[in-house]
């Protein structure tokens, strides 16, 4: 239960506390015994968000058919760029952008799971604000690669795949 936000809701129905994003779940195993989670945890987490984001990117240019170089300084400008260091202590946004170029490569190959799993995992980060970005930015993509309707069923498909994080939220809400 939080007692802080919205007179009191619980923890599952805080989309911010990201009870259900699976990386979420490594945090609390490796604080297992632990009163609390320790911060270094936490740390680690962000960094290999900003390496999954690196590889991610590396992977989306590489297939737009740009050279390894390109890739690299690509993929090395997104991931430590202005915006995901200015976040980094903001786990949530962390995740969904670390998703991002992952959904961009799925919705350029066309392929609806790989979209409905990077979006889901978008939503479920605990940062539901970025999902719009992420939504919008994939179905662009996918639109110019002819795939639009494919990443529409993706991001539909996602909706249901977050509702364990929706759903609570909703309902906290009087939804």
Not at 154 to 170: E, H, M, V
Request: charged share 5%.
């Amino acid at each position: 239960w939080d007692p802080g936000i919205y007179c009191g809701i619980p923890f599952a129905a805080n989309p911010q506390a990201a009870l259900f994003y699976p990386p979420h779940w490594a945090l609390f195993a490796a604080n297992w015994r632990r009163a609390g989670i320790v911060f270094k945890s936490v740390e680690i987490l962000a960094l290999l968000h900003i390496a999954l984001a690196l590889w991610g990117a590396f992977v989306w240019i590489r297939r737009a058919g740009h050279g390894r170089g390109a890739a690299a300084a690509g993929a090395l400008t997104f991931a430590f760029s202005g915006f995901p260091l200015t976040q980094l202590s903001h786990p949530g946004v962390l995740a969904g952008y670390a998703w991002l170029p992952w959904g961009l490569v799925a919705a350029g190959a066309g392929s609806w799971r790989g979209l409905a799993a990077a979006s889901a995992l978008c939503l479920l980060g605990g940062y539901p604000p970025f999902w719009p970005v992420f939504a919008r930015l994939c179905a662009l993509h996918a639109a110019a690669n002819r795939g639009f309707r494919t990443a529409a069923a993706g991001l539909a498909l996602s909706l249901p795949l977050a509702a364990a994080q929706l759903l609570p939220l909703l309902a906290a809400l009087g939804g």
